[in-house]
């Protein structure tokens, strides 16, 4: 559970490569690294148990040939330094790297979601029809603020008369809500301190901090919706990023999302060759 009096900063400056510590910290028990030879294998794992005595095979020549035609020469050339260190072939921590993409799924739905709605909870002393408040949309700047009309127009074209202001909330994009967290904000949303929606906050925090944390987990997000390499960009920093913002708005939830994901087990999963 995070520590309401105490300050939390997340590191940005974790090292590279995948780590091999885990995530400990809040009373989150550590993941327990999946039994097995773990040298000789690649490991995906299901989302039930049965996993932890399998020992799937390395990708064979023709699963390698069949990625690098589909995939490109140059996509897997990015994976081959660390291929090289682990004695496997690129294709294997490149599936890898997708095994732990896929795994930060569970956690960054909760963060941004969560996220959004205790940021719309602020909104809502406005009123439920704060998208129409001149100086809210002054305060917005033009690309967002054109960002609010589209969703707008697509939402009442939707759903009619119908509509509400909850149906907004889900259609604007995380940048949207992350940019209501920069200091032209502060005043007009939060001039008691954010804490007084994010709940659970360290109550010495500032408003920047929460914006380089969703910053954070944005970007974090991003790089994963674009299929980019993330196993060797602080998987395990990253991770808690999401963990802290969901945290902040509900340390049950944190609990609850940390149990049920498997960022850590993936992460201690990395193939290796035969040594």
């Not at 739905?109 to 959004?116: L, N, Q």
């Not at 925090?205 to 994963?224: F, K, M, P, T, Y």
Request: neutral net charge; charged residues 25%.
């Amino acid at each position: 559970m995070t520590d309401q009096n105490g300050s939390q900063k997340t590191s940005e400056a974790a090292p590279e490569g995948p780590p091999h510590d885990l995530v400990r910290r809040r009373g989150q028990k550590p993941a327990e690294a999946p039994k097995g030879n773990l040298t000789t294998s690649h490991t995906s794992l299901d989302s039930d148990k049965s996993h932890i005595n399998q020992v799937p095979s390395l990708t064979d020549l023709t699963i390698q040939k069949l990625l690098t035609e589909s995939l490109s020469e140059r996509r897997l050339q990015r994976y081959a330094p660390a291929a090289g260190d682990a004695g496997v072939a690129r294709e294997d921590i490149y599936l890898w790297n997708c095994d732990l993409a896929d795994a930060f799924q569970f956690a960054l739905h909760m963060a941004e979601i969560t996220c959004r709605n205790s940021i719309h909870s602020a909104l809502l002393y406005k009123g439920d029809r704060w998208f129409e408040d001149s100086t809210f949309r002054k305060l917005l700047d033009g690309p967002r603020l054109n960002d609010l009309d589209m969703a707008l127009a697509d939402e009442r074209a939707q759903h009619a008369e119908s509509f509400d202001t909850h149906h907004l909330v889900s259609a604007l994009s995380f940048g949207f809500w992350e940019h209501l967290t920069t200091k032209r904000f502060k005043r007009y949303l939060f001039p008691k301190g954010f804490q007084k929606n994010f709940k659970h906050a360290p109550w010495k925090a500032e408003l920047d901090e929460l914006h380089d944390l969703i910053e954070s987990v944005r970007r974090w997000r991003n790089r994963i919706a674009h299929h980019n390499a993330v196993f060797d960009k602080g998987p395990s920093a990253k991770y808690q990023d999401a963990l802290t913002l969901i945290s902040w708005s509900s340390p049950a939830l944190e609990t609850w999302v940390a149990g049920r994901c498997r960022v850590n087990q993936i992460i201690n999963a990395r193939p290796r060759g035969k040594e």
